[in-house]
């Protein structure tokens, strides 16, 4: 969304007021009057769509066990963290990024860890390249588009695509839970020995049949 610079008269009091405001949550003066003005003349800006969708998905996913999130108001990002079915329980960490604007991605997806083993690295630098095998085979033909994706030292990030039709924020944040979990439980299928490659690929396959949004 373009911005221009405009000038307006204004109350000392109202700016101290609005600093104020502003400072306790974690905005700017500029920002925050944008968001005032846009909430009274009932516009949407793509901040706002942002802090609703990443607050939706908060909401969704407080009642998991596996995943515990973690939102940090006017954030164009948030955090889950799940623990492996591994000795030491390893912490998984996923975040969620979500961008102002984009024709083809409205974000990405990282999954960080950590861990010493060696053969837990393997295995999971396996599942993440079986996983782009995957969605390349069935997701990007539906898509339209070529998601992109890197693995790090510790770290795996896939874009978010754009979906193909409007939707709410709250289908959006239920999109992108479905998917977070679906991966989640998946991936400790897989580390763990329940799910081989074939069983990942049916789930995925049969999750895909049924989801409203594809992401």
């Given at each position: 969304?373009k911005?221009?610079l405009?000038?307006?008269?204004?109350?000392?009091?109202?700016v101290?007021e609005?600093?104020?405001?502003?400072?306790?949550?974690?905005t700017?003066r500029?920002?925050?009057?944008?968001?005032i003005l846009?909430?009274y003349?009932g516009?949407?800006t793509p901040e706002?769509r942002i802090?609703?969708?990443?607050s939706?998905?908060?909401q969704?996913?407080?009642?998991?066990r596996?995943?515990v999130?973690?939102?940090?108001?006017n954030?164009s990002s948030m955090s889950?963290?799940?623990s492996?079915?591994?000795k030491?329980?390893?912490t998984?960490k996923?975040?969620v990024?979500l961008?102002?604007?984009?024709?083809?991605?409205?974000?990405?997806?990282s999954?960080?860890f950590?861990t010493?083993s060696?053969a837990?690295?393997?295995s999971m630098?396996?599942?993440f390249?079986l996983?782009?095998?995957?969605?390349d085979l069935?997701l990007?033909?539906?898509?339209?588009?070529k998601?992109?994706?890197?693995?790090?030292d510790?770290?795996?990030?896939?874009?978010?695509?754009?979906?193909?039709r409007?939707?709410?924020a709250?289908?959006?944040?239920?999109?992108?839970?479905?998917?977070?979990?679906?991966?989640?439980?998946?991936m400790?299928?897989y580390?763990?020995?329940?799910?081989?490659?074939?069983e990942?690929?049916?789930?995925?396959y049969?999750y895909l049949?049924k989801?409203?949004l594809?992401?």
């Amino acid at each position: 969304m373009k911005k221009t610079l405009y000038s307006l008269m204004l109350s000392d009091e109202v700016v101290r007021e609005v600093d104020s405001l502003a400072h306790r949550l974690g905005t700017n003066r500029s920002s925050l009057i944008n968001q005032i003005l846009a909430e009274y003349v009932g516009y949407t800006t793509p901040e706002r769509r942002i802090r609703d969708v990443l607050s939706a998905i908060e909401q969704l996913m407080l009642p998991s066990r596996e995943l515990v999130p973690f939102f940090a108001p006017n954030s164009s990002s948030m955090s889950l963290k799940s623990s492996l079915e591994y000795k030491y329980r390893p912490t998984i960490k996923y975040e969620v990024e979500l961008y102002r604007g984009g024709e083809e991605s409205i974000g990405e997806l990282s999954v960080m860890f950590r861990t010493q083993s060696a053969a837990l690295l393997q295995s999971m630098a396996e599942f993440f390249r079986l996983w782009k095998r995957i969605e390349d085979l069935h997701l990007t033909p539906r898509l339209g588009v070529k998601l992109s994706y890197a693995l790090y030292d510790g770290k795996f990030v896939r874009s978010l695509a754009a979906p193909s039709r409007d939707c709410s924020a709250e289908e959006l944040a239920g999109a992108l839970s479905e998917y977070i979990k679906l991966f989640d439980t998946l991936m400790k299928g897989y580390l763990t020995g329940r799910l081989d490659a074939h069983e990942v690929e049916a789930a995925y396959y049969a999750y895909l049949g049924k989801a409203p949004l594809c992401i």
